[in-house]
């Protein structure tokens, strides 16, 4: 179970840093002085990733979880 537990881990600061990845991508977007368009279009997939990196990082403390758990 062990093993489950530092797989979680690790799953959960990839979905952790693609967060902050996202973060950055939007102050990012925001200081680049775009129009209202180009800032939307460029936010909406940042906003598509965001959402995969929160459920990436969601999946891993659910395997944490459950090592911990069956542990």
Not at 39 to 62: C, E, I, P
């Amino acid at each position: 179970m062990a093993g489950l537990i530092w797989g979680g881990a690790v799953v959960s600061l990839l979905g952790l840093a693609g967060l902050i990845w996202c973060i950055v991508q939007m102050i990012a977007a925001r200081r680049a002085g775009l129009s209202e368009d180009a800032l939307r279009t460029r936010l909406q997939k940042v906003v598509a990733l965001n959402m995969a990196a929160l459920g990436l990082s969601a999946l891993g403390l659910m395997m944490v979880v459950i090592g911990i758990a069956l542990g």
